[in-house]
Each structure stands twice: as C-alpha cells, then as structure tokens.
C-alpha cells in the first residue's frame, strides 16, 4: 500500500485551501484536489468584502457577526497586502430602515467584535460632505460612515493554498476527484486528470467534502452517506463600470425591496456594484449575470446617484453561485450565511462536508473543521490552531507598511514605474522582490504583454502560483482582464499553453520550494 495521508481535501475554494492550510501546519500530510483553477468556483466571485454583515444583524445572526467581526482585523493583519480598510457610507432613507435602527446596527458593529485598528462609525451631512457630491442633490441629507474591509478574494485562496503547500501539502489542481469509497477503514479517492483523462488514486484517514455548489455531488459519488442537509443554491451577480465618483469610499444602499446593494472603489479606475440574492437552479459553472440582474443593479444604484447608471455603462460582470445551508428560509435574501457542518463515519473513516460559510469567516471555519476531526487524526506536531496570527505568504509587513514596501520596490528596482510597483505590491507584498528577481531592467522581465504584465510575472504565476491559462491569470491572480485587450489575452494563453509543458514537474509537486 502506497502513502496513506492524514486527510483528503475536495474542492480548491477558499474553505478548501484554508483547511489545507490549518492541517498543514499542525504537521499533518495533506492532499487537496481542485478539478478546476483555485477560487474558480464561488470564492472569486464575491463582493471582495472582508466584512460583519451589518445586515445580517437584522436575522438575529449575532454570533456570526461577531465571528466576522473579530476576523476582520486579523486577516487584515497577516494579509495587508490584499486586505485593507474601507469606509462605507449609509445614506439614511425616509420609509425604509429608520436611523435609530441603523444607529443601533452600527453601535452594535463597532463593539461587539473587539475593534482596535478599524476607525469607529461616524455622522454624515451629505448636504456638505464630499461623500455626498455624488448623490442625487437634496434628496439625501444624513447618513452614516462605518468600517470594513476590502480583500482580492481569488488572492486570498491561492496565498493560502501556497502556504499550505510550503508547509507539506500537495495541491492538485485541474484534478477531479471522480469516485470516494472506503477499504479497511481508509478513504479512497480515485482522480482524473482533467486535460488527459489519465485516472489515479490516493488514499487518506479522513476525507474533507469543500465543494462548495457540488458538495452533495461528491456524497453521491459512492461515499456511502445520504446527505442530512441540503444546498440552497443561491445566484449573486455584480456589475463594473468606470469610476463613478472620486473619493475612496464605498457606499451601501437600501433598496425598496429590503435588499442592499454595494458600490466599492474597484481596481483604481472602476466601480464595482452588488450584489442580486435569488436561488440559482442549474449548473452552477455556467451561471452568469442576467439582463434582469444588471438592469436590477442599475436601477438599485440610480436611486442613489445623481448621474444615473445604465446596462451600457457596465465593462464587465461576474456572477457566482452560493453554495448555502439551506435553512428552509422563504427568501433567499435571508437564507443564512453561517456555515453547517455534516460528519459522518459510514465505514469508520470520518467525512465532513461543509455547507454555507463565508470567506470573512474561512479561518474559523478551518479551525473548527479541524477541531471536529481532532479524534481520528493521529499525530501531528500540534493539536492548535495557530494561523490566527501567522502572515500568509508575503504578509510579513505592518498593516500600514504598503507604502514603504512600494518605496523600497522603487529603490532597488528604478526602472519600475511607480503603477507598476503598486500593482506588485498589492499582489505579492514581500514576495515582489521574487517575481522581479535579479532584473537590472525592463527588458530583463521579458514579453511584455500588456498593462504591466511581463513574462517574468506570469512565470512565476505558473512556477509558484498554479496557473495554467490566461484566464487563470488575468481574472484570479489579477484582475488586468479589466485593461487587457482581447487580443493580448489571446497572446497570453498561446504563450502559456507553449511553455506550461516545460513547468510541468514543478508545477504538480506543488510542495515546499
């Protein structure tokens, strides 16, 4: 019998990774399939908001908000490269929410979750204020300025998945797992290669079910567990447009029908605006924003804006499918975002399938999975959780060191101009300094395929990072699909289907560099 490890991880989303991550470190050998890119399912398509869920307060989930709330803060500390401060405004609106009411939600925000670095809410006169410039003029005179948090969502998963693997995890992505089943107490898992159809299988102590949307697909696929609980699949879908307004902050507004829809400053010259709640029923990888949706969202932010937004306005959309614990709630606006576990031992061997969760809340979810797993794995070198404070890979500066970093990038590597370096920055943080390597020029990072992507970037996107197409690159690793023209996407997937044969090895060890 080959190696057996401690445990096996379906699915590469952010509950995945994050578990892979946690289990890693405690000393415990890890395996994790992914049968597309990482965060290609439900973890790249959220809001990118680090954050309580001041709404969620209304359904009563103050032990979720509470969770949320204390995360914020830390995942803010080990990732202040891809998570930082934002500012939301409430403009307060007659016949919806009374402001007592949003007074009290906010009170409550600010100190049921410990706050120490994030500013306090404040008073706005949106008669005087800038943040109130933007707004349909007089119809608007008060609200409301609160924290949260901003993340690169599909940043997040990968750096986690990263440091799993640095910590002795393997990381198999484009992998599908097509069959679990149980010999001798020991799960087997049998996988397919999804660009060869090549099958193998590996086997593992325990089983972790993190597929997100297709969570009760897996338990069909021979586990031997009839699912207790059930998937409420639900569709939210964003628009972006160019910048609609100057300032740095986000705005949160109420809809008639009892939603609230976000504007967030996005990638420095874009809006971003979401999102819808309706269950989703379908194949969940092809769902995309619906004329209805992005006309929905249009009207919803016209409300608020003096310059009205219209579908022609938008550049791009996303859309993605939550896969949540379905509570039996008639609207899927109050379906809940807490996070169920399912553990079942059919033949002795554990298997635990996550429902629901968010990614504000993956770190606790990772630490609890684990804590429910705690009596069938054996070994390890440590029985607590410990990624609470540990930066993930290139997070080892203070939360308001960005600045110096992109300073010091500037030093050492004057031919970078200064968008460039930034961009860096906020990708890689520490880590800059090795997608640049030894290069004394522009001309030693290789192709330059557009926006400040060199070939040097995109190398390192294949060596260290698990990216296998353009795709991969310009919409999960970054966002440049947003200033990249079609044609130089083209040139990018050509180049990299090229040379992804020559990173192959590398790329499937995936372990410690």
């Known amino acids: 019998m080959g190696m057996v490890y401690d445990l096996a991880i379906i699915g590469g989303g952010i509950n995945g990774c994050g578990i892979a991550r946690d289990a890693a470190g405690r000393g415990h050998s890890v395996f994790l399939c992914e049968m597309n890119d990482l965060a290609s399912g439900t973890s790249s398509w959220s809001t990118k908001l680090i954050h309580g869920g001041l709404r969620y307060l209304e359904y009563f989930e103050f032990r979720l908000v509470r969770e ?13 490269h891809i998570i930082g401060p934002l500012r939301f405004v409430l403009p307060h609106h007659d016949g919806l929410r009374p402001a007592w009411r949003l007074r009290l939600g906010l009170f409550m925000y600010d100190y049921l979750g410990g706050r120490k670095l994030l500013p306090p809410t404040r008073s706005v006169d949106l008669a005087h204020d800038e943040v109130g410039k933007p707004l349909i003029p007089g119809r608007y005179t008060k609200g409301f300025e609160y924290s949260d948090c901003f993340v690169d969502d599909a940043r997040l998963v990968v750096l986690t998945a990263r440091d799993a693997a640095e910590r002795g995890a393997e990381i198999r992505t484009r992998t599908r797992a097509v ?22 299988t590996i086997q593992a102590r325990a089983l972790v079910n993190a597929a997100g949307p297709w969570v009760e697909g897996v338990l069909r696929s021979g586990a031997g567990v009839d699912a207790r609980y059930k998937v409420r699949l639900v569709q939210g879908s964003h628009i972006v447009t160019r910048k609609l307004y100057d300032h740095d902050r986000a705005y949160i507004f109420q809809n008639a029908d009892g939603r609230i829809v976000f504007a967030i400053p996005y990638q420095g010259d874009f809006t971003l605006i979401g999102t819808t709640d309706r269950d989703y029923h379908g194949d969940p990888s092809q769902v995309k924003a619906t004329p209805e949706e992005i006309d929905y969202l249009c009207k919803a932010v016209s409300g608020y804006f003096a310059k009205p937004v219209t579908p022609a306005d938008v550049v791009w959309t996303f859309s993605g499918v939550r896969p949540l614990y379905d509570d039996g709630a008639s609207e899927a606006k109050a379906a809940t975002r807490d996070y169920v576990f399912e553990l079942d031992t059919p033949g002795g061997a554990p298997l635990l399938s996550i429902y629901g969760g968010k990614i504000t809340t993956y770190r606790r979810l990772a630490e609890e999975a684990l804590e429910k797993l705690s009596s069938y794995l054996k070994g390890g070198t440590a029985k607590q959780g410990w990624t609470a404070h540990q930066p993930l ?54 192709r330059d395929f557009g926006a400040t992507l060199t070939e040097a970037e995109v190398r390192y996107l294949m060596s260290r990072e698990w990216a296998c197409s353009a795709d991969d690159i310009v919409w999960r690793r970054s966002k440049l699909g947003l200033r990249l023209t079609p044609a130089a996407v083209a040139a990018l997937d050509e180049w990299v289907i090229v040379h992804r044969a020559a990173e192959k090895p590398q790329q499937q060890a995936g372990g410690r560099a």
């Open 393 to 446: 890979p290139g997070g080892d500066f203070p939360v308001d060191g960005g600045p110096a970093l992109i300073g010091d990038l500037l030093r050492e590597y004057p031919f970078l101009a200064s968008a460039h370096a930034s961009r860096l920055v906020h990708a890689y943080g520490t880590r800059a300094r090795d997608v640049l390597g030894s290069a004394k020029s522009a001309a030693d990072l290789g």
């Open 179 to 200: 069959q679990v089943s149980q010999q001798g107490g020991i799960w087997q898992v049998t996988l397919e290669d999804v660009g060869s159809g090549a099958r193998s």
């Open 68 to 80: 949320a709330l204390i995360e914020r803060e830390r995942l803010w500390q080990i990732a202040p």
